[in-house]
């Protein structure tokens, strides 16, 4: 059927020979005016169907990652993917990545991974940037975490809703990749998120980990008090003396004080209502929602984010005079150890040497402090993707070997319709992780054994080889661990 009744009023959408998709979906009120930076509140209902064919507008951002940017703030939108026939089905909602400052639900292609799955899934819009993350004192404090209240709205949502779409209310995964996962992470600890999900997937973000998986984000969760120094820095940089006209500013004009270089990034802020804790110290301390969470990382995350640094700031590679330099901008005071255990000529560039060190020292090590504390309460399953020839982005060439980069896996679970396409192994590897997914989103249990911290199990996803592999081993825990970096000062 392709009009379904929802709780606010009837939708109409696509129907195929497989799958039914109802896209630009209104889960909240449009944010505007009076209602800027506040948390989101109801959607006003209908009586005749809604057009549900196209997505809705994206939230407010500048494009920087995505070449296309978007000025609206009536933005919380949400899409619904679901298998032809079926009743009772698990449902996944998925949080887009993008540095908490680009993206939307819907350029995430949902067709495979519903349809093979046998899954609903429903991919979310959510205020980015300064419009979903702004602390300030003569803000609500709940300005701060928009974002991540309106996706708890959508979760919400769900709840109301999924039965309607063949989806079991009762049967909810929260997953993300990159800030997508971070914010997953942030829903495991915070107070007004408990039972809206039942199981989270946490994609390039391991939630111990006490930074944010973005070289652009810096720390993240903000502590209160830093994220509003910040605030009041881009409120000085657009020049008003009075704080009431705050929310009459056009956005094009938020959107260029927030991308100033010299503007700390936006995401999301520990130390409020919606996020009273740091998700980090919360997991370490056991202090969460104890849902079984599947959680991994790519083997080579932080090549792409090198390769941005290089052509930066040298224009191409980093020159092999110039490593020890970048390892002590990234490493500062433990620089030396960090060179004699990632000697520039034991790799096929300086570019790789440094990506290697920051993937192992951001994603690697937490990723297995992140399977220790989560397994102390849960069922926590830990995977490695690490497909060397992972599809680069079709619009311009590879400028060298990538490997399993950062957001890699993205299009093995989603049609994304950036990268090359894949070969006849990564299709294979594609219809694989869709099944796990799938399964664990079912049951709790991806069909791996689970991650304690006596028996650590890593499954490796790679078109020529799935199993276990020595993640430690392979991304030297034991050093980093023994050298106690909590977060590099960032390259």
């Not at 849960?378 to 020839?389: G, K, P, Q």
Request: charged content about 20%.
């Amino acid at each position: 059927m392709d009009i379904v009744l929802t709780d606010r009023g009837p939708v109409r959408g696509l129907v195929t020979a497989d799958h039914r998709a109802y896209l630009g979906i209104p889960y909240a009120a449009p944010p505007v005016g009076e209602l800027r930076w506040r948390a989101p509140r109801p959607a006003a209902a209908w009586t005749e169907p809604l057009d549900a064919t196209r997505p809705g507008p994206m939230c407010a951002q500048t494009g920087d990652h995505l070449g296309a940017g978007s000025l609206s703030e009536d933005c919380l939108y949400l899409n619904v993917t679901a298998p032809r026939e079926g009743a009772g089905l698990p449902v996944m909602v998925w949080l887009h990545g993008g540095s908490f400052k680009d993206g939307a639900g819907h350029l995430y292609d949902a067709r495979r991974l519903a349809v093979q799955g046998r899954v609903v899934v429903v991919t979310v819009n959510y205020r980015l940037g300064a419009l979903g993350f702004l602390a300030h004192p003569a803000l609500d404090p709940e300005s701060a975490d928009c974002g991540l209240l309106d996706q708890q709205e959508a979760l919400r949502w769900v709840r109301r809703n999924a039965a309607a779409f063949g989806g079991d209310p009762g049967n909810v995964t929260l997953f993300g990749e990159s800030s997508g996962g971070v914010a997953a992470g942030a829903h495991l600890v915070m107070p007004g998120s408990a039972g809206l999900f039942h199981r989270a997937i946490l994609q390039s973000a391991p939630v111990t980990a006490p930074w944010a998986p973005s070289l652009a984000l810096g720390n993240n969760p903000r502590p209160r008090a830093q994220a509003e120094r910040e605030g009041e820095a881009l409120v000085e940089r657009l020049g008003l003396a009075d704080l009431g006209r705050l929310r009459e500013v056009p956005v094009e004009e938020l959107l260029r004080a927030a991308a100033d270089p010299a503007q700390p990034g936006f995401g999301p802020v520990a130390g409020g209502g919606a996020l009273p804790v740091d998700p980090a110290a919360a997991v370490r301390a056991g202090d969460f929602h104890p849902v079984p969470v599947l959680f991994g990382i790519n083997r080579h995350e932080q090549r792409m984010h090198v390769w941005g640094l290089e052509m930066a700031v040298h224009g191409g590679p980093i020159p092999a005079g110039h490593y020890a330099d970048a390892v002590r901008a990234a490493f500062g005071g433990d620089a030396d150890a960090v060179l004699a255990e990632y000697p520039a000529d034991a790799y096929a560039s300086p570019g790789q040497a440094l990506a290697t060190a920051l993937t192992d020292a951001q994603y690697a090590r937490h990723a297995l402090d992140t399977g220790a504390a989560l397994s102390r309460r849960t069922a926590a399953y830990a995977y490695e993707f690490a497909d060397a020839a992972a599809p680069w982005f079709a619009a311009f060439p590879k400028p060298y070997d990538m490997g399993a980069y950062h957001a890699a896996d993205l299009p093995y679970l989603f049609d994304v319709g950036y990268n090359e396409p894949l070969d006849e192994g990564q299709r294979r590897l594609a219809e694989y992780m869709i099944g796990r997914w799938a399964a664990f989103a079912r049951d709790g249990d991806p069909g791996w054994p689970a991650f304690t911290a006596p028996e650590p199990y890593v499954h490796a996803l790679a078109p020529d080889a799935t199993g276990p592999v020595d993640f430690a081993g392979e991304h030297r825990y034991a050093f980093w661990a023994a050298l106690k970096v909590s977060a590099p000062a960032g390259v």
